[in-house]
């Protein structure tokens, strides 16, 4: 057996100066050897608790060519990263000019729409100031009809005034319900021009600001951003297209161009509407003027005859009213009995448990309070009899009065009013 070496070479520096020793002076030739000689020691260094130094320079080796690795990961990631940043550029700049062509598109069609929306606001001015002369003349024939049909029976006649006012009557209110179809119309091709130049405005809103973000994009860089330690998690997937994103803005150029050309149409033929109204409310109006100076002197006569029997009435009221008067001054007076003998009853109630019977007086005032009690119900009775007959006075008064006021304002609307108000007719288109 090999005589085993003494324990002073298996120190952790005298193992390492032997390695180093037999690593520097052995030759190729020798690497068996040396190697043989490592195996032989190997259990002794373990035993002695020193380290693997192999695992270690294999580690060391793996280690390098990790940074070998990396190194390569890195020039192959620059050079990726710097051909996506010129694509982004190059798609970004091509975006911009995108949206600015199609931003040029809607504000053309937004100023024609514009200018449109302005030709029909003016022909509705027009529209609705006739709508507005037409409702003086309807309301003045309106206003005739209306107060010679609140006339008596004997008085409500359908001589020509009244013929004559129902066709002004009728035409006045064709021109206004055409008028106002015409008017609704308008203010419906208003609303679709307006909701046009709405989108148009939208869509040119979205496309100035997506213009701006893309421009800022094209001018951001590294050293214009904070760099915060974000998160890598994979944006969300937007939800328009490129050819969804096109169709959009020529969607809404199209709709605003049909909206331009049906407002065209639509003011021709409001102009021939305009034109055609005049005539014929002038020429019936000038028919109905030559009818109302008809039957004012019967209308006078009749009012002569009801006005005497209104004074009579109005006498008998006045009677009914005194006698009433009288009836409640005295059930005031009764009532005041009664009171004063309820108070005597209330306070005699107040005696002591002996003395309370049913004495003379006792019996005295409980009939004075009952007889009280029937007076003034009786006396009740008449005052609502006498409001009764009162009430059928008044009545009757009212009807009087109505028919003098009915008379009084036929004459007046036939020979004041009326007349006045159309001698200077105050329609015009």
């Not at 193992?15 to 020798?30: E, K, P, S």
């Not at 169709?247 to 809404?252: A, M, Q």
């Not at 509407?273 to 005539?279: F, N, P, S, W, Y």
Request: hydrophobic content about 35%; aromatic content about 4%; proline content about 3%.
């Amino acid at each position: 057996m090999t005589p085993r070496p003494s324990n002073r070479w298996f120190g952790t520096t005298g193992l390492r100066d032997l390695f180093l020793f037999v690593c520097g002076n052995f030759n190729r030739q020798d690497l068996s050897v040396g190697t043989r000689a490592m195996s032989a020691l190997k259990p002794s260094l373990q035993q002695a608790g020193e380290p693997d130094l192999g695992h270690i320079q294999a580690m060391l080796n793996h280690h390098e060519l990790f940074r070998g690795e990396c190194k390569r990961l890195i020039v192959e990631t620059d050079q990726v990263c710097a051909r996506m940043h010129d694509d982004n550029v190059k798609h970004l700049d091509q975006r911009v000019r995108e949206i600015q062509f199609l931003r040029k598109e809607l504000e053309l069609k937004l100023e024609e729409l514009v200018v449109e929306i302005d030709a029909l606001l003016n022909i509705k001015s027009r529209v609705m100031k006739a709508l507005d002369a037409c409702k003086e003349p309807l309301r003045v024939a309106s206003l005739c009809l209306e107060e010679r049909r609140k006339r008596g029976p004997s008085a409500r006649l359908h001589d020509d005034v009244n013929a004559e006012l129902r066709k002004e009557k009728l035409v006045l209110e064709e021109v206004t319900v055409l008028l106002e179809n015409v008017e609704k119309q308008i203010t419906e091709q208003i609303r679709l021009n307006r909701s046009a130049k709405y989108r148009l405005e939208k869509d040119l809103t979205e496309k100035s600001t997506a213009e701006n973000i893309d421009a800022s994009c094209l001018l951001m860089n590294v050293r214009s951003i904070s760099l915060p330690g974000g998160s890598n998690a994979v944006p969300p997937s937007l939800p328009v297209a490129q050819t969804q994103w096109e169709n959009i803005s020529n969607l809404n150029l199209d709709k605003a161009e049909q909206q331009r050309r049906s407002s065209e149409s639509l003011r021709v033929l409001v102009e021939t509407v305009l034109q055609q109204t005049t005539a014929d409310i002038q020429k019936q109006v000038q028919a109905t003027t030559t009818a109302f100076q008809l039957n004012i002197q019967q209308v006078k006569s009749h009012k002569l005859q009801i006005e005497e029997k209104l004074l009579k009435v109005v006498a008998e009221i006045n009677s009914q009213q005194k006698i009433r008067e009288d009836l409640q001054v005295s059930i005031t007076k009764k009532q005041e009995l009664l009171s004063l003998a309820q108070a005597r009853l209330a306070l005699r109630r107040q005696r002591p448990g002996k003395e309370q019977c049913r004495d003379p007086a006792q019996v005295q005032i409980s009939a004075h309070v009952q007889q009280l009690t029937v007076s003034i119900n009786k006396l009740h009775e008449d005052v609502a009899r006498s409001e009764h007959e009162q009430r059928a006075l008044v009545r009757c008064q009212v009807s009087l009065q109505e028919a003098v006021n009915t008379k009084a304002n036929c004459l007046y609307i036939d020979e004041v009013v009326c007349k006045q108000l159309r001698e200077p007719f105050p329609y015009m288109v």
